[in-house]
């Protein structure tokens, strides 16, 4: 397991079985569950819920390398890594 696997474990995610690239937490077991996945240098973040009314509502953000990077480094300078 990678240092990343585990850290995504922390969180509550498991790897995907049928895609070692991806993780997923579900949320709320068949009402709730969001998903990272990493592909050709995007990272998909996508969320998966019903409203009240049953209807399937999908969120879905796509994060590149250099999103990423501006990210890591806000974090930095909010101290948020230490």
């Known amino acids: 397991m990678s240092k990343a696997d585990k850290m995504f474990e922390e969180l509550g995610y498991k790897k995907d079985d049928n895609d070692e690239n991806s993780y997923f937490n ?3 077991p068949f009402k ?4 990272i996945t990493f592909i050709d240098g995007d990272i998909i973040i996508s969320k ?3 409203d009240r009314n049953g209807n399937l509502e ?5 994060l590149n390398e250099k ?3 501006a ?6 300078e909010l101290g948020w890594n230490e």
Request: glycine content about 0%.
């Open 48 to 50: 998966t819920s019903y």
């Open 71 to 76: 990210i890591n480094e806000k974090v930095k």
């Open 32 to 35: 709730h569950q969001s998903d």
């Open 26 to 28: 579900v949320i709320t």
């Open 58 to 62: 999908n969120e879905t953000i796509y």
């Open 67 to 69: 999103i990423l990077q």
